[in-house]
């Protein structure tokens, strides 16, 4: 089991980004191999800091992202 606690979601993706390049199991998807990381649970020590940095991302994407939640 992987355990963690973090102050914030952009340390845990970080984080946990690297233990999936590590450790990451691969899976069969419908296109494409995945990887996943199975029992893995995490703490945010500050809830409100939520938004992730390093991922990378489109920022229309983001936005869109925004509006649908």
């Known amino acids: 089991m992987i355990a963690g606690e973090y102050p914030d979601a952009d340390s ?4 946990l ?3 999936l390049r590590a450790r990451g199991r691969v899976q069969e998807g419908r296109d494409q191999p995945t990887r996943e990381l199975t029992h893995t649970v995490f703490t945010l020590r500050d ?4 938004v992730v940095f390093s991922r990378p991302i489109n ?3 983001a936005i ?3 509006i649908a939640i």
């Open 12 to 15: 845990a993706w970080r984080d």
């Open 17 to 19: 980004a690297v233990d």
């Open 47 to 50: 809830p409100r800091q939520r």
């Open 59 to 61: 920022p229309a994407f």
């Open 64 to 66: 869109a992202e925004v």
